[in-house]
């Protein structure tokens, strides 16, 4: 079963743009984790946040996670049309190893 | 160096036959994990290999989906009898140990039962 949400399910931007996406879990987590997939293949690793953990940044990828709230976020700045892909957020170390995913958004960068 | 590899690519089967996947992961790697991937479910958790400790396969959806890792190493992941809801991308991931949280995907499996 799904671990939440992600929102929005789809967005298009221009290149340039900044791009936010959310996810919503609903257990307590020890990490959480953005991953990004191209095309319906393998998924890449982006950036892990810690449960003790607000914010992370690496590049042009920042990391919010609100335990609080149960929630994080994924910003992509100054995107470009190669960060076309869905991402994914999925949440781990509780569950024994497993990675419980959110269902992705789809983010298409025009040019 | 060499990623996770899948094999195979892709996988045409009729409904009622048994089928089986291959995933060779990052060598060194004592986890590994078998995930699916529909239009339905999203991406789900489906068993976990940690060295040589009892599998963790409670997302194995039937008792018709089995796996097993030899040597440490290569898992084979079997469909018996397949449905056509078995129709999924089939993605295999591994990670150094049980406390490295990063997993490293494979390209996927694509299965589809006519």
């Known amino acids: 079963s799904q671990q939440g949400e992600e929102d929005p399910q789809a967005l298009s931007i221009q290149e340039g743009e900044n791009a936010t996406m959310n996810c919503s879990y609903k257990t307590s987590i020890n990490n959480l984790q953005w991953y990004r997939q191209n095309s319906g293949r393998g998924l890449v690793h982006l950036i892990l946040?810690?449960?003790?953990?607000r914010e992370k940044h690496s590049g042009r990828l920042r990391v919010t996670l609100d335990t609080s709230k149960k929630s994080s976020s994924l910003l992509i700045t100054a995107s470009r049309a190669a960060d076309t892909a869905s991402y994914f957020c999925a949440t781990g170390g509780n569950q024994g190893g497993k990675l419980i995913f959110g269902q992705g958004t789809e983010l298409s960068v025009k040019p | 160096g060499a990623g996770v590899s899948q094999s195979p690519s892709n996988k045409v089967t009729e409904k009622g036959k048994d089928v089986e996947l291959r995933c060779d992961p990052i060598?060194?790697?004592?986890?590994l994990y078998w995930y699916r991937q529909s239009l339905g479910q999203g991406l789900e958790f489906l068993i976990y290999?940690?060295?040589?400790?009892?599998?963790?396969k409670s997302g194995l959806p039937s008792d018709r989906f089995s796996a097993e890792r030899t040597g440490g190493s290569v898992s084979t992941l079997t469909i018996q009898r397949t449905q056509q809801e078995d129709s999924a991308v089939y993605l295999c991931?591994?990670?150094?140990?049980?406390?490295?949280?990063?997993?490293?995907f494979g390209p996927g499996t694509r299965l589809l039962v006519l």
């Open positions: 991931a591994s990670s150094p140990g049980p406390r490295e949280e990063t997993q490293y």
């Open positions: 946040i810690r449960s003790n953990e």
């Open positions: 290999f940690q060295g040589n400790s009892a599998p963790d």
């Open positions: 060598s060194g790697h004592t986890a």
